[in-house]
């Protein structure tokens, strides 16, 4: 074990972690912008735009993966998009595709988010998302975080919860997958990490129910600064 | 090409098909009676129930699919239940998951399926379900229609839309899958089906908008005795 392994607890028991992975969308980064531009384009109905929207996105994201058809997360989020303004009944200019898909490359980090990142000396620190390369490298850049590595699943093709993408991080980041921490606030994401066998942190911002998958995260809290505790 | 070959109309073109292979739940079993259930035990809010568990249900199934983690219907089924009613905050007994488990043994067909069926003479029909064994027997055993294959997903521990799933109809049938139709009024299913090479009848019942995952259906129709126009 590295002597820098940061002591973080999981649960009653602290658990020396030698990296911590991180999920982006609706993890460090605040989708909350992509909404708002919903609503300037489609007044009262963003929410039910949003929702759709973001349930498309995943739901092909996973049905692409099972039928061995990847497209980048830009093409699958267009698609997403275009498929909710239809079955809303909402019109998709080009002009309001592109607006709103500029917004996903300039997120902001939630507030605790770059101070909690500053605090996590002696362990080293990743994004893998879903996101293609297209869209994370503006993201990152604007963010101002300092990270050791951004993967994207685009180097295997395939979606989470495939295993396939979280073996992506010890390769990248050389250190053991039982050194690991994962830290999403998609509860399913958490839950295909820790099927993998990562140590996984669930922040459940939105303060829902546990998905029932076969799998527990190791430890459950609210907010990013609170894995720290 | 067998001489019995049926004559079914894709678009404009006929198209000689020996097998026509059914999606089970929404296709040709019709799901109301287990909402219908669903406004007994938790009046008012069966629209939400049901819609929260349908989605959940196959979201369960993709994610474990993709995790690995295969486990049957039957058992995602109620996971997705359980989930759905913590979400909802209704209150669910076992007594009550049974009941609700129940119905989906003694689905009624939708009203046009057993002549439909009946009329369809000189190609092989067989059923292609997600169902588990210990759902889709008491199912078949009692609408009384006559098929010549049950195929469930089980066998391959994995779920729809995974190519090795439809892999299982034309090696059960002994009928090359360029000859298969496929009938699912579940869009995404249809294009899983379409990905992996058969004909494909979408059954779109609701008037959907269809998905976007770069395949399209050969034909779409609204009720099942269309396909024979």
């Known amino acids: 074990m590295s002597p820098d392994a ?11 972690l030698e990296a911590l992975v991180f999920d982006a969308y609706g993890t460090l980064f605040d989708v ?30 996973w049905l692409r993966s099972l039928m061995r058809r990847y497209a980048p997360f830009s093409t699958v989020t267009r698609e997403a998009l275009a498929h909710a ?4 009944r909402l019109e998709l200019t080009v002009e309001r595709m592109e607006a709103l898909m500029a917004e996903y490359n300039m997120l902001s980090t939630f507030p605790e988010v770059p101070k909690a990142l500053g605090s996590l000396g002696g362990v080293k620190k990743a994004i893998l998302s879903n996101g293609s390369p297209d869209m994370l490298e503006p993201l990152v850049a604007h963010s101002g975080l300092e990270l050791d590595a951004v993967i994207s699943v685009d180097e295997v ?17 050389g250190v053991a997958k039982e050194k690991i921490g994962f830290v ?37 809290v609210e907010r990013l600064d609170e894995i720290l505790l």
């Open 85 to 88: 303004c239809e079955a809303l």
């Open 157 to 173: 093709k395939v979606f989470k919860p495939a295993p396939q993408v979280y073996e992506l991080a010890p390769k990248k980041l």
């Open 6 to 16: 940061l002591p973080l607890r999981l649960e009653a028991l602290p658990l020396r």
């Open 32 to 61: 909350h912008s992509v909404m708002r531009r919903c609503e300037a384009f489609f007044p009262g109905r963003h929410v039910a735009l949003s929702q759709l929207w973001r349930s498309k996105q995943l739901e092909y994201t």
């Open 184 to 220: 999403s606030s998609n509860c399913w994401d958490a839950l295909g990490a820790k099927s993998f066998g990562f140590a996984v942190f669930w922040i459940n911002r939105a303060r829902a129910p546990l998905e029932r998958l076969g799998f527990t995260p190791d430890r459950v």
